[in-house]
Nanobody
Framework: QVQLVASGGGLVQAGGSLRLSCAAS????????MGWFRQAPGKGHEFVAA????????YYADSVKGRFTISRDNAKNTVYLQMNSLKPEDTAVYYC????????????????WGQGTQVTVSS
């Protein structure tokens, strides 16, 4: 099982930017699809973005399209989420996750979650 550690969260004003990183322990990282998700207080995990193993297929939630960019560096076993034009409604704990199937990520059909990173956007 791949171990994932998300980092890069913080407090930012509306309109600001943050870049999240997720480092994976598994050497087979490059064969996995990777995704970012978020969980606001009292809500379930919400799909944010996903990228396939090669970076050739990328998907975004409508709520972040045009503002967030997902990317990956297979040499560093790391996936990134560049978040621009942040809004207060983006406030949540952000998680990364991995699966062989990008469809599993897009439908949030996941049962195991690692430690997330808090993103707080003030108005």
């Amino acid at each position: 099982q791949v171990q994932l550690v998300a980092s890069g969260g913080g407090l930012v004003q509306a309109g600001g930017s943050l870049r999240l990183s997720c480092a994976a322990s598994r050497h087979t990282f490059s064969s996995l699809a990777m995704g970012w998700f978020r969980q606001a207080p009292g809500k379930g995990h919400e799909f944010v973005a996903a990228i396939n193993w090669s970076g050739g297929s990328i998907y975004y939630a409508d709520s972040v399209k045009g503002r967030f960019t997902i990317s990956r560096d297979n040499a560093k076993n790391t996936v990134y989420l560049q978040m621009n034009s942040l809004k207060p409604e983006d406030t949540a704990v952000y998680y990364c996750n991995a699966d062989a199937s990008i469809l599993v990520l897009r439908t949030v059909s996941l049962t195991s979650w690692g430690q997330g990173t808090q993103v707080t956007v003030s108005s």
